[in-house]
T-cell receptor
Framework: GAVVSQHPSWVICKSGTSVKIECRSLDFQATTMFWYRQFPKQSLMLMATSNEGSKATYEQGVEKDKFLINHASLTLSTLTVTSAHPEDSSFYIC???????????FGPGTRLLVL | TQLLEQSPQFLSIQEGENLTVYCNSSSVFSSLQWYRQEPGEGPVLLVTVVTGGEVKKLKRLTFQFGDARKDSSLHITAAQPGDTGLYLCAGLRGNNRLAFGKGNQVVVIP
């Protein structure tokens, strides 16, 4: 399967600051990447679908101006949490897939704590 | 609204015992995937089931997809401590999006 990395693996920030999380596909070109959020003891909730070279598609209830997604290349997508607040503290996980293929490969996740 | 309901949410068993966990939905999915997630890590794909009634085996793990493609089960034979983890089922929706259940937390006691 594909190897996916995320950076940073964890981050602590002050309320009001912005945090950027990177998702990299290390060994294949990912036309589509997905961003999920997982609260403690909860399931993964899909936030948005990131397509290389085009605007991301956000799930209902996810604020696109708060969670900025950029998928500028076939190996990198970034998620920026703007003006983070404590309620944004969560485990953010990305996954990658090649076009038309159903299998998703997940990154190791990024733990965000907003103080 | 949770599309996929997993039960039981938590299960603790002794090493060597068998267990079955379930993933149920009122929706039909073209395919359903099972993942295992360790604390602080991303999910790792175990299996994908596509055909109604399909049974797939992965060593001591047996996965079954319901005939109507709305539900699935995971059976572990002779559980070992290494089987401890959160088992997540996910149904494939349009545009390759996955809808996840809340998971079955399995703890195997040595």
């Amino acid at each position: 399967g594909a190897v996916v990395s995320q950076h940073p693996s964890w981050v602590i920030c002050k309320s009001g600051t912005s945090v950027k999380i990177e998702c990299r596909s290390l060994d294949f070109q990912a036309t589509t990447m997905f961003w999920y959020r997982q609260f403690p003891k909860q399931s993964l909730m899909l936030m948005a679908t990131s397509n290389e070279g085009s605007k991301a598609t956000y799930e209902q209830g996810v604020e696109k101006d708060k969670f900025l997604i950029n998928h500028a290349s076939l190996t990198l997508s970034t998620l920026t949490v703007t003006s983070a607040h404590p309620e944004d503290s969560s485990f953010y996980i990305c996954s990658v897939t090649a076009g038309g293929v159903e299998t998703q490969y997940f990154g190791p996740g990024t733990r965000l704590l907003v103080l | 609204t949770q599309l996929l309901e997993q039960s039981p949410q938590f299960l603790s068993i002794q090493e060597g015992e068998n267990l079955t966990v379930y993933c149920n939905s009122s929706s039909v999915f073209s395919s359903l995937q099972w993942y295992r997630q360790e604390p602080g890590e991303g999910p790792v794909l175990l299996v994908t089931v596509v055909t109604g009634g399909e049974v797939k085996k992965l060593k001591r793990l047996t996965f079954q997809f319901g005939d109507a493609r709305k539900d699935s089960s995971l059976h572990i034979t002779a559980a070992q401590p290494g089987d401890t983890g959160l088992y997540l089922c996910a149904g494939l929706r349009g545009n390759n999006r996955l809808a996840f259940g809340k998971g079955n937390q399995v703890v195997v006691i040595p």
